[in-house]
Each structure stands twice: as C-alpha cells, then as structure tokens.
C-alpha cells in the first residue's frame, strides 16, 4: 500500500449485536460521535455480530471505540447473547492498525488508552493482544477467546488468565474487551453450495496454518472455522488472511475450490469484511477486473472496488 504524509489508524472493534436492527443503528451512530470516519459496516445476523471500519486520527478512532464500550453497555447482554461466532464481550475485539506514516507503536498507545478507559470506567477486564500484547499468552486472539466467554471467565475464576487491565471478573453486562495492534488483516468468507457446517469445518481445517502437518492444501498465514450464514443460506470458510501478501485471495480460493471437493460440494463466492488495500485484489499479469472474476467476489452481494479498499477512503480524508 502506498504510504501517505498523514498519521492515520484504523480501528476495526466487532461488536456482539447483529441481530438486532435498532442496536446495530444505536452503536453505528455511537462510533460515529467519536469523530473517527465509519468507512463500512458488515451485519451478520447469524453470528450475531457487526464489524464496524473506523479510519481517523489517533485521538478519532479511540473517542469512536470509547463511545462503542458506552452503547454497548446499553443495548448489549452478553448473559443473553447467541450467535455462530466464537466471543467474550460486547465489544468483543478492537484492534488499531496503523496507516500512512503512523507507526505500530501509535496503534499501540490506541489500544492501552481504550483498555485504560474501559477498564477505568466500567470495572471491565481487558486484555492487549497482538503486537500490544504484554504477555505470551495474550498474544494471539485465538486464544484469548478460546472456549469462548464461559471459558474465559473459567480462567479467571481459576487465576489462568490475569487482565492487562480492569478487574478479574467479567463485567455482567459487557464481559471482556480484547484490544491491541496488528499490521492490515482481510476476513475473506467464501460461501459453499451446501448448507452443511460439518462440510464447511472440514475444509476450513483443511486450509488453515495449524493442523495435522502432510496437509496439501494448508496454507500459511490463515485461520479459518466453518460455519452457517443465514444471509447466504448456506455454509461458509470464513477466513482471517493475517498476511495477505504471502497467502493471497486467490490461493484461498483455490485451496478452498479443490478441498471442497472432498465433502462433495463447490465454493459459489466470496465476500471480503470492512476494507482490504488496492494490492489485494491485484496480481502481476491479471487485471482487477479478472482477479475479482476469478475469487467470484461480489457474486453474493455487491463488491464496489471505490468503497471497499483502504486508499480511496485515505484519499478522501486527506484531500
């Protein structure tokens, strides 16, 4: 991606609404009165669940994930909440990435003064992750969520698992935040003709980086889980690729085309989640136009290249 004269951050928090269309307003009109711009917003009614793009300023993007933490405690329960995907907390994750000529190290600082806030204010445990993270367990966000929140909050019972900040107990309302920095990450979904799950979490072990070593079609750099979209009506790969330029779209739709065939079905298409760079959707000798046709993006639902990478919203901001 080219870089900019501007200190810029992206923050991409996951908020556990999704099901809710009145919520879903409330923490969108929140993110936005913090000041940081609201590039994009993905709803998944299944997994109950909206990540929300934020680009701005440092200060923007944690007055925007302050304001979140606050309508959240509002409209969310997590001793009620249900969906496909695997959480701790209202806002369950927000990570900061850094942008233009801001460093790893300003992403970091935006994600000690959010755990700062939150914990101070609302007594909520929260945990730094990622190039943020303080200890080796806290490292990588899978483990974090690991079990989920009836796991996490077993851990802290057990003294397992200590909080960077905030108390040990999860918040009743809000239960846990995990927060950090990390370099651009895609969540790429590729959507399956069946709607079986099984087939879905067949191929996404299939694909990602750890596994059963002698995988042939496992890739680096990814994580992947099999579940059901309702949006879709069908079963989903959904897929983190933490570095796009080693393991590109492509190869993900590749891997997941000829590792469907084994639970006897077909990848129709792919959706991308928030923004991905311009050089993603690119590769030497293709045109963008033949890239997106070949990763069949935007057969389930609009794909428009202006408002779904990162340097038109940059350009926009900075002009």
């Known amino acids: ?24 307003k409330q923490l ?15 709803t998944s009614i299944s997994a109950n669940r909206t990540v929300i793009t934020l680009l701005g300023t440092s200060d923007q993007v944690v007055a925007s994930c302050c304001a979140l933490v606050a309508t959240a405690a509002d409209v969310i329960d ?26 790893m190290e300003d992403a970091i600082a935006c994600a000690e003064r959010l755990a700062c806030w939150a914990a101070k204010t609302y007594s909520l445990p929260c945990f730094l992750y990622g190039a943020a993270a303080r200890k080796i367990e806290h490292q990588t966000l ?27 107990p999860l918040h009743p ?25 099984g087939a ?6 299939a694909i990602r980086t750890t596994g059963p070593s002698g995988r042939p079609h496992a890739l680096p750099y990814l994580r992947a889980i099999g579940w059901y979209e309702e949006a879709h009506r069908c079963a989903e790969v959904s897929c ?8 590109s779209l492509w190869a993900v739709w590749d891997a997941v085309s000829t590792a469907a065939k084994s639970v006897d079905c077909e990848a129709v298409s792919s959706d ?14 293709i045109s963008q136009e033949e890239y997106l046709r070949h990763i069949k993006l935007g057969v389930c639902r609009s794909f428009e290249v202006e408002k779904r990478t990162i340097e038109p919203w940059i350009r926009h901001i900075v002009r």
């Open 78 to 103: 997590m001793r009620t909440h249900t969906g496909t995907h695997p959480c701790v907390g209202a806002v369950d994750v927000a990570p900061f990435i850094p942008l233009g000529t801001a460093t």
């Open 142 to 168: 899978p483990e974090l969520r690991r079990g989920g929140i009836a796991c996490l909050s077993a851990r802290l019972e057990q003294h397992a698992l200590t909080p960077d900040y905030g108390s040990s």
């Open 240 to 247: 983190n690729l933490l570095d796009y330029r080693a393991t």
């Open 1 to 24: 991606m080219k870089l900019i004269d501007e200190k810029l951050i992206e923050a991409v928090p996951n908020v556990s609404a999704g099901a809710d269309p009145e919520a879903v």
């Open 200 to 205: 879905a979490s067949q191929i996404a072990a």
């Open 173 to 197: 309302k809000l239960g846990a935040l995990i927060t950090g920095a990390r370099d651009i990450l895609i969540a790429y979904n590729i959507q399956l003709s069946t709607s079986d799950v």
């Open 28 to 42: 969108v009109s929140a993110a936005e009165s913090g000041g940081a711009l609201v590039a994009h917003v993905d």
């Open 272 to 285: 991308i989640i928030g923004l991905a760079p311009e050089s993603a959707l690119e590769a030497p000798g």
